[in-house]
């Protein structure tokens, strides 16, 4: 079985699935390399390290690789796909480059890194994970994010989110799971992906622009709701929910 490789210095690109079945404990990359393609890798390594120089790592790239506890990104990497780290169950530390522009959802699902995790990852005006140690039922999205990542809040318990409208993207399965009763999104939404709200026990979504939806098939079309989901609520203007004694607490929120 193939455990150790050493690729040439002239090496730019590892394209996708290149080492996704070879069980690789060591590989040399070269400095040279700017490219780690889809499922590149699936070894068992215990810590590896990125070449500077690197600006794009694949969706599924090192998912499943069981053994390893730490990864080096360097500060060339702008990219990382979706899943990329997702299920290694043991990776503890990552140093992550400063100049990430995109994460894939989910990148680093079920890993221990998220889990002890103390604050929120940001960047570029971008919310890729939300730090909760389980105890918070609140969660305020900073009023700088223009763009919630695909599975920022997988898992979340919170129960209460305010949005504000700043944000106009919202990514694949990025609230799949969450308790929340009521979603309110702001005038600035052009965007939001498949299963954004996946199995999630919404009763109430407000929008105020762009996804014209008045009943739940409607919105199920779009994959943005899970089969929870009791009402949709689309407007310009303020509608009052029917059989909502309460309606004032949606007011300071919805605006």
Known sequence: QLETINLPDTLTR??????????????????????IGDSAFGGEYTSFIIPDGVTYIGDYAFSWSMELTEIEIPDSVTHIGAFAFADCSN??????????????????ENTPYLWLRTEDYIANDVLYAVYSDGTQSSYTVPDNIR?????????????????PDTVEEIGARAF???????????????SIDDEAFKDCYIEAVFINNQYIMENFDDASSFGCVGENAQEILVHHELIPLEADDDYTRYESIVG
Request: charge should be positive; glycine fraction near 10%.
């Open 14 to 35: 590892i394209e996708n699935g290149t080492f996704n079945d070879c069980p690789l404990t060591y590989t040399k990359l070269p400095t040279s390399l700017l490219y």
């Open 91 to 108: 990776l503890r530390n990552v140093k992550m480059s400063n100049n990430i522009t995109y994460i894939g959802e989910r990148a680093f």
């Open 147 to 163: 763009s919630i990542a695909g599975g920022a809040f997988s898992g979340c318990k919170f129960t209460d989110i305010i949005i």
């Open 176 to 190: 799949k799971g969450c308790v929340i009763p009521l979603i309110a999104l702001g005038p600035n939404i052009t």
